[in-house]
């Protein structure tokens, strides 16, 4: 091999190293995808707080997220209690159709990433816990970029992979007591 090709090799492959966009098709689409979804940013909660279990923490600094895992076959979530009603903790209402849900209807809330803009509203998710699945309807986004502030019931800015469910759907995966609250769960599109 002579020398000039080696040195269109090495910059070939330095181009590649630097740019990796330059490397188009499904390979690199695919690598992109497996990166693990990292914080996008950082909230600062205003010095003087709102006083609740789950509120902001007075001048706490929280990750903030743009992005959620991949979702595939069974997604990996961390899923939370949310109560969807008027007065609830759930703040607003209802992001997908402006309306307040009762705590019998099985409701949740996806991170920021997962709600995709409201492509998943009204669309039922297939959660699995403890060796039973439930189907549930997406209602909400659960804001992993703002929070501490009234729209977001004073509480911090979800996590990336949350999967903010009704009492109804903890009741459907018999998830009672002390295990309700932060459960793993996996999680695929219905």
């Not at 630097?18 to 689409?29: E, I, K, V």
């Not at 609830?88 to 409701?107: A, I, L, M, T």
């Not at 039973?132 to 992979?161: I, M, W, Y």
């Amino acid at each position: 091999m002579s020398t000039t090709s080696l040195l269109v090799l090495a910059v070939a492959g330095l181009l590649l190293v630097t740019f990796p966009s330059l490397c188009s098709g499904r390979a690199a689409h695919h690598h992109h995808q497996a990166e693990k979804c990292q914080p996008s940013g950082t909230l600062e909660s205003p010095a003087r707080g709102h006083t609740c279990d789950e509120c902001c923490k007075p001048g706490h600094i929280y990750p903030t997220y743009q992005c959620s895992p991949p979702v595939s076959s069974h997604t990996k979530a961390i899923m939370t209690l949310n109560d969807f009603s008027e007065g609830g903790d759930g703040g607003d209402p209802s992001e997908c159709d402006g309306k307040f849900h009762k705590n019998s209807e099985r409701v949740v809330a996806l991170s920021t990433g997962w709600y995709a803009k409201g492509r998943r509203c009204g669309k039922n998710i297939r959660i699995h816990a403890k060796g039973r699945s439930v189907l549930a309807k997406v209602v909400d986004e659960c804001d992993t970029l703002h929070g501490c502030d009234k729209p977001h019931a004073f509480q911090p800015p979800c996590p990336h992979n949350d999967v903010d469910a009704s009492q109804a759907v903890w009741d459907a995966l018999g998830i009672t007591g002390d295990d309700v609250g932060d459960f793993p769960i996996t999680w695929s599109d219905a």
